[in-house]
């Protein structure tokens, strides 16, 4: 079995340091060999397309379209995913849900302690936790913060690769006043749950427009996932499977394709209502993760049982080479 995550690497030319029809086809051409080899496909879809770096071309479409076509199984996080991906391919699509970031036992630290202790109060603090790139467009975030919002604060945590980026979102927040402080640096795993348990609402913006289109069709949203799961009301898109996550929970959705100023404005004054104000967020229930990830686990050991014969194929006989498909993305 071989079970594909993130594409993108897997199709990048080293040599010409981009993403290259020769490669994509190379790739392809790997996959059906492995295939006619009696090699099981799986591809656990993330994203239909890359999200970081260059803009999204017509390579990126073929191999999308090639995989979703060579894939004996396709596993996807949300049930509205599965059945956008049972329209675009014949394979066994399989829903298997959704996790965040687990709890942690050690206490905050070092800038961490520092942010937390600036979140807490008695105006409602926001978090936009991640790395900040374009799909997310932080930099117009923050000023349509400003633009809809009084009071509360904007607290974002992550570091962004993009110069260009950088420096707009830079300027926002010097013209911020103090309502805007960002922390342009990789937070721990294990240290993420100490600031959402003192976040009042994550903003989690995610662009439609463009290249991310298809954000509208398949999207793992995992920065709506943790929040979720560490029960911090959420502030994103409508999107198809940020509806479905934070269903029955306290959200504020915009529609998608528009800015988030109409959801930042209901939530800050629903945070501000008398008896919300100060209302101590440090004393919410532990992450749900650790449960969801184990039956995660347990989905993928099932499935391996499922697909993997007495007898494991031979790679040489399709002239295959052993590829690690699994690839680190950004936390989102």
């Given amino acids: 079995m071989l079970n594909l995550h993130r ?14 029809p020769r490669a994509a086809a190379e790739l392809l051409a790997r996959l059906a060999g492995l295939r006619r080899a009696g090699w099981r496909v799986v591809w656990t879809v993330h994203n239909l397309k890359p999200i ?35 329209s675009r391919t014949s394979a066994d699509v399989r829903m298997v849900g959704w996790a965040g970031l687990d709890d942690s036992e050690l206490p905050p630290s070092g800038a961490v302690a520092t942010l937390v202790d600036h979140m807490r109060g008695e105006l409602p603090a926001f978090l936009l936790l991640g790395h900040i790139t374009g799909y997310k467009d932080v930099p117009a ?3 349509t913060f400003l633009a809809h919002t009084s009071r509360a604060r904007l607290v974002i945590v992550g570091a962004s690769r993009d110069p260009a980026i950088s420096a707009d979102l830079g300027r926002v927040v010097a013209n911020a006043g103090g309502r805007v402080i960002w922390s342009p640096h990789r937070v721990p795993p294990e240290q993420v749950g100490h600031l959402y348990a003192a976040a009042d609402a994550a903003v989690c913006p995610y662009r439609t427009d463009g290249d991310y289109g298809f954000f509208a069709e398949v999207l793992h949203p995992s920065s709506v996932t943790t929040a979720t799961c560490y029960q911090v009301p959420v502030i994103a898109p409508d999107l198809p499977a940020i509806e479905e996550i ?8 915009a529609p998608a394709g528009s800015d988030l100023g109409p959801a930042l404005a209901a939530a800050e004054a629903a945070l501000l209502a008398p ?22 686990g347990q989905i993928y050991h ?23 498909t699994r690839q680190e993305e950004p936390r989102r």
């Fill in 7 to 20: 594409l993108k690497r897997l199709y990048h030319d080293a040599s010409q340091g981009a993403r290259t």
């Fill in 52 to 86: 970081d770096g260059d803009a999204v071309t017509d390579t990126d479409d073929t191999v999308t379209r090639g995989v979703l076509d060579l894939a004996d199984i396709v596993l996807c996080h949300t049930h509205t995913d599965s059945t956008w991906l049972r």
């Fill in 141 to 143: 975030t923050a000023a």
């Fill in 246 to 253: 934070t269903r029955g929970r306290h959200r504020w959705l």
């Fill in 275 to 296: 008896g919300q104000a100060g209302t101590p967020t440090a004393h919410r229930p532990p992450s749900a993760s650790a449960h969801r990830w184990r039956r995660i």
């Fill in 302 to 324: 099932t499935l391996a049982e499922e697909l993997l014969p007495q007898e494991p194929p031979d790679p040489a006989a399709s002239g295959a080479q052993h590829t690690n």
